[in-house]
């Protein structure tokens, strides 16, 4: 988890963690991506951060998955991984440098990456509360499918058994201008092999599964995208009132010779968005 700046709330806009029944959900939009390599997924973000940042859109969330990928957090250290040249020479799987906070992990095809993009001060107290919403709304997913997961303390993301505990999700964020990026990585039926190079999110002895490997069958990802985009809208208490491709998104904030944006959904439309 990495901040740019010390997270300030501002007294202008109270803060509880759950929202009030009777205050309507906030308008947000759900952008479902086909398979983005990490560096376009990473700018697209980027853009979706300075929209919001800047008021033009609404809460954003991100879902899609990545070709096999190792991204380096700002927390890994030299015993996490055996370095970049030697990590892509044995592994034959890229590795990138990111802003991220947390170690070391791998990404790959079959697992639903989230990156939600918002305002933060309007949905949590600071980053703890934002990553513990975050667990919450993985763990109730799971829970559709029959599969308990459950947190441990001082390491976030999301953990499946008892005695000896398996990470199933994992979650590294980073909050520059009060808006969240990065977020949190499901193993639906992710190739779990790669995990082997490395010490996954930097936990020594960690044990990595995914969704496939308890249920003894894949889960369809279109349908773990639906519960978890569902789930994310209920606890972070949105509504998805647009629902775009990235293209769309990115054609959308690009700058033309007649006007400097084509307007996003409107922000300003939606009395209880921040002024």
């Not at 010390?6 to 086909?34: D, M």
């Not at 892509?88 to 079959?110: A, K, L």
């Not at 509360?129 to 763990?139: G, K, M, S």
């Not at 009132?241 to 944006?261: C, K, N, Q, V, Y």
């Amino acid at each position: 988890m990495t901040l740019d700046q010390p997270f300030q709330i501002k007294t202008a806009h109270p803060i509880s963690n759950v929202p009030a029944p009777a205050q309507p959900p906030r308008a947000g939009i759900l952008i479902r991506c086909e398979p983005l390599p990490y560096e376009r997924a990473w700018n697209l973000q980027r853009a979706c951060r300075t929209e919001r940042a800047a008021d033009r859109c609404e809460d954003l969330l991100l879902l899609l998955e990545h070709p096999p990928v190792f991204t380096v957090g700002r927390t890994t250290q030299d015993q996490h991984w055996p370095g970049e040249s030697r990590l892509t020479q044995e592994s034959g799987i890229p590795v990138i440098r990111t802003e991220r906070g947390g170690s070391i992990t791998y990404h790959g095809p079959g697992q639903l990456i989230g990156y939600p993009v918002l305002r933060l001060y309007d949905f949590c107290a600071g980053p703890k509360a934002y990553v513990h919403r975050l667990e919450d709304v993985i763990i109730s997913t799971l829970a559709e499918w029959g599969i308990a997961g459950h947190r441990r303390e001082r390491l976030p993301g999301v953990w499946v058994g008892g005695n000896v505990p398996s990470k199933i999700a994992s979650i590294g964020v980073r909050i520059s201008q009060g808006v969240t990026t990065h977020g949190f990585a499901l193993n639906v039926c992710l190739d779990l092999a790669p995990f082997s190079y490395i010490v996954p999110c930097g936990i020594a002895d960690c044990r990595v599964t995914s969704m496939t490997a308890l249920l003894g069958e894949a889960p369809e990802m279109s349908a773990v995208q639906d519960r978890l985009a569902h789930n994310f809208a209920q606890r972070f208490h949105l509504e998805w009132t647009e629902r775009i491709g990235p293209d769309r998104f990115m054609a959308l904030t690009e700058p033309s010779p007649a006007t400097t944006h084509e307007p996003l959904p409107p922000h300003a439309t939606h009395p209880q968005g921040v002024t």
